[in-house]
């Protein structure tokens, strides 16, 4: 017998050890949970995880950057994005920042499709966009588990680690020294 009929004949046992095994009954679901869906595997190491929605159809992510933190609840809507129960454009009044907060649809391809609630504590209007940018792209990676890889790619998923420095004593702030004197 050679050698490649051998892999053939075991990969043939496999299948047929596969397709006898018997399949364990799941547990019921309690109402208002979602059925998970079990890790799919397509393509040369691709993971596709499952979908992450509450009882009211929403996925929600923590966003974090500098000192802020925001909290965010995306559902499939208008595109309308409220900030601490306002509008983003009384919340974040630089263009700028609304730019920043959009990407995360811009590279997912999905602009005007969802809603987003969030609240934002902590650090200055920079800040929060970046947490708010953070949390948008964590929860539609969870909403949608297939943009995960594009997201991924832009960036949006990883924490930027930069924070504060803290004030030393002996210092007047983190590095800068009280000014010096001759006489």
């Not at 969030?118 to 990676?141: D, E, N």
């Not at 949608?144 to 420095?165: H, I, N, Y």
Request: proline share 5%; charged share 25%; hydrophobic share 40%.
């Amino acid at each position: 017998m050679s050698e490649t009929e051998n892999t053939v004949s075991s990969l043939s046992d496999l299948k047929d050890l596969t397709s006898a095994a018997p399949v364990a009954a799941a547990a019921p679901a309690a109402e208002g949970d979602e059925v998970v869906a079990p890790v799919v595997r397509t393509g040369p190491m691709a993971i596709i995880r499952p979908r992450e929605v509450d009882a009211q159809g929403r996925s929600y992510a923590t966003g974090r950057r500098k000192d802020a933190v925001a909290r965010v609840w995306l559902k499939p809507g208008s595109g309308k994005v409220t900030v601490n129960g306002r509008d983003q454009e009384v919340y974040f009044a630089r263009p700028t920042l609304r730019l920043v907060i959009n990407q995360p649809f811009e590279v997912a391809g999905r602009e005007g499709q969802y809603d987003i609630v969030c609240t934002v504590k902590g650090g200055g209007l920079s800040g929060q966009a970046g947490a708010v940018k953070h949390g948008i792209a964590q929860a539609l990676s969870k909403f949608e588990p297939e943009l995960r890889s594009a997201v991924k790619a832009a960036g949006f998923l990883t924490r930027d680690p930069r924070v504060v420095e803290r004030k030393k004593y002996g210092k007047a702030k983190a590095r800068k020294s009280f000014q010096f004197s001759k006489r």
